[in-house]
């Protein structure tokens, strides 16, 4: 699909960009803070007390990394689907997480932008940001990139068959 100058851009077009950018730019924002300090975030994953020791540094370095591949596929729209799908396992797992967290009344800091907020106690603003990420990400998952993604300007410029 082409945008004609003196057309409207589809609402889903903007829809889901806003979605990908949502989900991917968290990504991003939170990978660069986990990145920066790694031992700060182990000590926020040994916190939720969901993970053998064994496997904390491990998911310290490998989360973050995941987090930046799979956010700089969603800001450009490229490979949408995948990626959306990646985020919303992710997006899923931390929510769930976090949920156990608040409902078993601890007071842990959930660790995920590194402090870059302060001390960031899991509670209902934590749940709900990130019922907002998985949202997104599922919408980019079901729908793809759409029509300003990377996706589709590659589709576009594939020949016919």
Do not use: Q
């Not at 700060?40 to 987090?67: K, N, Q, S, T």
């Not at 601890?106 to 019922?131: E, H, I, K, W």
């Not at 590659?154 to 016919?160: F, I, K, Q, S, V």
């Amino acid at each position: 699909m082409s945008v004609h100058p003196g057309r409207c851009v589809p609402i889903e077009t903007i829809l889901l960009a806003t979605c990908r950018f949502i989900a991917g730019g968290a990504f991003l924002l939170a990978a660069m803070m986990k990145l920066s300090d790694p031992p700060v975030f182990m000590l926020a994953i040994a916190a939720f007390g969901m993970l053998p020791e064994a496997l904390i540094p491990f998911a310290a370095y490998a989360v973050p990394w995941i987090e930046v591949v799979a956010g700089v596929l969603l800001v450009y729209g490229f490979w949408s689907r995948p990626a959306g799908l990646v985020a919303t396992g992710l997006y899923a797992v931390f929510t769930a997480a976090l949920a156990w967290v608040f409902l078993s009344g601890a007071s842990v800091d959930c660790g995920c932008f590194g402090g870059l907020f302060g001390r960031g106690d899991v509670g209902v603003t934590s749940l709900l940001r990130n019922a907002v990420f998985l949202t997104a990400s599922i919408a980019v998952t079901w729908r793809g990139g759409g029509a300003a993604s990377l996706d589709a300007v590659l589709a576009a410029r594939r020949p016919a068959d």
